[in-house]
């Protein structure tokens, strides 16, 4: 079955340092792969999606991603957090066949430090 | 045009109250997603509803959650006999016809089962 594991459940960063979410899933074909953004009180925003081609995505807000296939992973990163970036964040996997529903990681809390 | 609406926004109801939640999906889009977000947790699919297919039904957590949607409309979520594990945030999104797994997501509502 597929799943998704995001190792970190909360990262504290500094403003203006690097930032890397890290995401595995389980699938059997090639994935579909999401990054979500929540924040506080408001829905999910998509950031970035992998469905083929290019192994390194860019998405909205500055952030990218690598799909890396023989570590079945899809971490996403940004050069330079800023406050605003404060929020949790979930890696998806398109669960296949033609729903298209999702399965999420359990998400990760971004905390920025002045 | 307007994103994904849902109502309430809060629900606060007794335990073994039927509470009854609402979402209206993106003009034009095919596919409406239901996810349960527990505290702490990532999102859990529920009910899945394509145009007039028979929807699926294969996460809802018992027979007391079921869900309607008329053609391409508002969606409606009802929790029967409502437990306090029921307490969580009920996620709704919709996905244009013609895309693969990319869902547009409602606020949410938070339900609060005391």
């Known amino acids: 079955a597929q799943s998704v594991t995001q190792p970190d459940i909360h990262i504290t960063v500094s403003e203006g340092a690097s930032l890397e979410l890290r995401c595995n899933y389980s699938y059997g074909a090639t994935p579909y792969l999401f990054w979500y953004v929540q924040s506080p009180g408001q829905g999910l925003q998509l950031l970035l999606k992998?469905?083929?081609?290019?192994?390194l995505v860019q998405g909205i807000k500055g952030f990218e991603a690598e799909f890396k296939r023989s570590q079945s992973s899809f971490n996403l990163r940004k050069p330079s957090v800023h406050w605003s970036d404060a929020a949790e964040y979930f890696c998806?996997?398109?669960?296949?066949?033609?729903?298209?529903?999702?399965?999420f990681g359990q998400g990760t809390t971004l905390q920025v430090k002045p | 045009g307007a994103g994904v609406s849902q109502s309430p926004s809060n629900k606060v109801t007794e335990k073994g109250k039927d509470v009854e939640l609402r979402c209206d999906p993106i003009?034009?889009?095919?596919?409406l997603y239901w996810y349960r977000q527990r505290l702490g947790q990532g999102l859990e699919f529920l009910i899945y509803?394509?145009?007039?297919?028979?929807?699926?039904k294969s996460g809802l957590p018992s027979d007391r959650f079921s869900a309607e949607r008329t053609g391409e409309s508002v969606s409606t979520l009802t929790i029967q006999r409502t437990q306090q594990e029921d307490s969580a945030v009920y996620l709704c999104?919709?996905?244009?016809?013609?895309?693969?797994?990319?869902?547009?997501f409602g606020p949410g509502t938070r339900l609060t089962v005391t």
């Open positions: 998806a996997v398109g669960a296949g066949g033609n729903t298209g529903k999702l399965i």
């Open positions: 509803f394509q145009g007039n297919s028979a929807p699926d």
């Open positions: 992998y469905f083929s081609g290019d192994t």
């Open positions: 999104a919709s996905r244009k016809a013609g895309t693969t797994h990319e869902q547009y």
């Open positions: 003009s034009g889009h095919t596919a």
